[in-house]
C-alpha cells in the first residue's frame, strides 16, 4: 500500500469488534502522521447484524467512504462478510479473512437435519477470482496465545505487514484503546497475525478450515417434537400469538376458531409456542431431548 495514502475497509458482524478495530487503525494511522478521516458504522451494529467501518488515509483527506472497487485491502472478521465486501476491492488488493463464520438464524434452513445454507469456506475459488487471499483462523491464533478476545488483534497484525505504519504507533493505539487489563493479550495476538508467513502458513490454515461441515448434523433431531393441545382453553383469533411466533409454520387457526397443528413433521421443538402461549394451550413433548 503506497506510503501517501489509502483506503481500508474493515466488515464483519455485530459484536465482534469492528468499531474498536477500526478505531485502532485510526489511531495508530494518526499518530503516524496522516489526516484520517473514518466513517461511521453501516448497517446493524446490535449483536449479529451487518456492520462495515470506512477508513481512508493520506496527506489530506476529504472523505471518509470508500467506492465500490477502491479499498486498497478489506479486513473481515468472518467469512461471509468477506465475501460481501468483494465488490469495494480494488483489482490485484489484498483480502484479510478470518475463517470463521457466524451463521444468521435465516440461514439455518434445515434444523431437524441439523444443516444450513451459507457460503462454505472455498479459499481455493476466492483467492482465483480475488488473487491475493490472506485467510487465517484468527480465533485459534488468539486462544493460543492467551485470549480468544483478541481475535481482532490478530487480524490487526496481519494488517500491519501492509500498511506504512511504525510498529511504535501500533502498539501506542493498541495500549490506548483496548479495554482495561488486556493489552498484554492484544499485543500477543497482534505479534502472532504479523508474524503469520503469506502464502505457506496461512493457506496451510485455510486447507485445515475447509473441511469444516456446512452444519451441526451431529446436533440433528432424528425425530420432530410433537404438540399437545387443550383446545377449550384456546381463544383462537383473538390471540393467534403461537401461530405468528412458530419459525416453521407449524401451527395455524383452523375453521373452529381453535389451534391446530397443521405441519406436524417441521416441529423442531423450540418451544416458542409453549412459552409465550398466555393461557398454557400447549405442551410440547421432546423425545430426543428427554433422551438426552
Not at 70 to 86: F, I, M, S
Not at 151 to 174: I, K, Q
Not at 194 to 210: K, N, S, V
Not at 235 to 241: E, M, P, V
Request: a positive charge; proline letters at 7%.
Amino acid at each position: 500500500m503506497s506510503a501517501a495514502g489509502g483506503s481500508i475497509l474493515l466488515v464483519g458482524v455485530g459484536g465482534q469488534g469492528v468499531v474498536l478495530a477500526s478505531a485502532i487503525v485510526a489511531d495508530t494511522a494518526l499518530r503516524s502522521g496522516y489526516d484520517v478521516k473514518q466513517s461511521e458504522v453501516h448497517g446493524m451494529s446490535q449483536r449479529g447484524g451487518i456492520v462495515s467501518s470506512h477508513l481512508r488515509y493520506g496527506r489530506a483527506v476529504a472523505s471518509p467512504l470508500i467506492e465500490a472497487g477502491q479499498a486498497d485491502v478489506v479486513v473481515a472478521t468472518e467469512w461471509n462478510e468477506g465475501l460481501r465486501a468483494l465488490p469495494y476491492l480494488r483489482p490485484g488488493a489484498p483480502l484479510i479473512v478470518n475463517l470463521h463464520r457466524v451463521v444468521p438464524p435465516g440461514a439455518c434452513r434445515d434444523r431437524l437435519g441439523g444443516r444450513f445454507g451459507y457460503p462454505p469456506l472455498a479459499v481455493d475459488a476466492l483467492a482465483r477470482e480475488v488473487g491475493d487471499v490472506r485467510a487465517c483462523d484468527a480465533l485459534a491464533i488468539a486462544r493460543r496465545v492467551g485470549s480468544p478476545k483478541a481475535l481482532n488483534s490478530v487480524l490487526l497484525g496481519v494488517l500491519a505487514t501492509l500498511v506504512p505504519f511504525p510498529d511504535h504507533t501500533w502498539r501506542e493505539a493498541l495500549a490506548a484503546n483496548a479495554p482495561r487489563g488486556s493489552f498484554p493479550a492484544n499485543a500477543a495476538a497482534f505479534d502472532a497475525g504479523r508474524a503469520l508467513r503469506y502464502p505457506d502458513e496461512t493457506w496451510a490454515q485455510a486447507a485445515a478450515a475447509a473441511p469444516a461441515p456446512n452444519g451441526n448434523e451431529g446436533r440433528a433431531r432424528g425425530a420432530p417434537a410433537t404438540l399437545a393441545l387443550t383446545e377449550p382453553w384456546c381463544k383462537g383469533r383473538a390471540c393467534g400469538i403461537c401461530v405468528r411466533a412458530c419459525p416453521e409454520l407449524c401451527l395455524a387457526i383452523d375453521g373452529r376458531d381453535r389451534v391446530a397443528v397443521v405441519r406436524p413433521e417441521a416441529c423442531t421443538g423450540c418451544r416458542l409456542c409453549e412459552l409465550l402461549c398466555p393461557d398454557f394451550v400447549i405442551t410440547v413433548h421432546d423425545t430426543v431431548v428427554e433422551a438426552r
